[in-house]
């Protein structure tokens, strides 16, 4: 087995930007395609083979919605034997000029994606983090879990348009020589779907 990583898809945790909330309560995290970054099968990782200080993050949403305000990473890292379970969240920050030819190949009209990179004051508690996975890799391989979830406020920019439903899909990018990937797949919303959502749906406010 290889360290698997999940992607968080239904416990995506969301919240408006107006007003600020508590997140959304989540559901059990859906099974992304496991990666190879820590595949028990590879040789032994140096330290800078995983760099989580690098890791970001990007979102797809309808044009006349707004996310800017940032996000937040929730990383859980856990192995029952050796008793390892650390949950730690990181505050990320909106960025233009990304390159990835993935996220361009998702581009579609009417919708703009957003994207959002770690802070600078989260890199040593990062770094601690990434040495730890690659501990856990040396001395459990193929018993350790390392599950992402995510949270993005999101408002109403376009108020002179009718708010309709709200497609979202959520993106990782876990080491920046790789591209990014699906973490929460293409999922639509509508104003009362599940309690608390309809924030999504309200205006900005400056």
Do not use: H
Request: with cysteine; hydrophobic share 45%.
């Amino acid at each position: 087995m290889r360290l698997a990583l999940l992607a968080a898809a239904a416990a995506l945790l969301i919240t408006a930007c107006s007003p600020k909330t508590e997140t959304v309560p989540a559901e059990a995290p859906l099974p992304l395609d496991e990666t190879s970054i820590l595949d028990e099968e590879a040789p032994a990782l140096p330290p800078s083979a995983l760099d989580l200080s690098k890791i970001a993050l990007a979102m797809r949403v309808p044009s006349g919605f707004s996310a800017d305000d940032g996000a937040d990473l929730l990383i859980n890292v856990t192995n029952p034997r050796l008793g390892v379970n650390i949950s730690e969240t990181f505050g990320l920050d909106m960025v233009e000029g990304i390159e990835s030819p993935f996220l361009a190949s998702e581009a579609r009209e009417g919708f703009r994606i957003w994207t959002y990179t770690t802070q600078v004051e989260d890199a040593e508690r990062l770094t601690a983090l990434s040495l730890e996975l690659i501990r856990l890799k040396t001395e459990a391989p193929g018993e350790n879990e390392l599950v992402f979830s995510a949270a993005a406020p999101m408002c109403r920019s376009d108020t002179a348009a009718e708010p309709g439903s709200l497609s979202r899909t959520i993106y990782i990018r876990v080491m920046p020589e790789q591209d990014f990937l699906i973490l929460a797949p293409e999922q639509v919303l509508n104003p009362g779907d599940v309690p608390g959502l309809e924030r999504f749906w309200e205006p900005c406010t400056e």
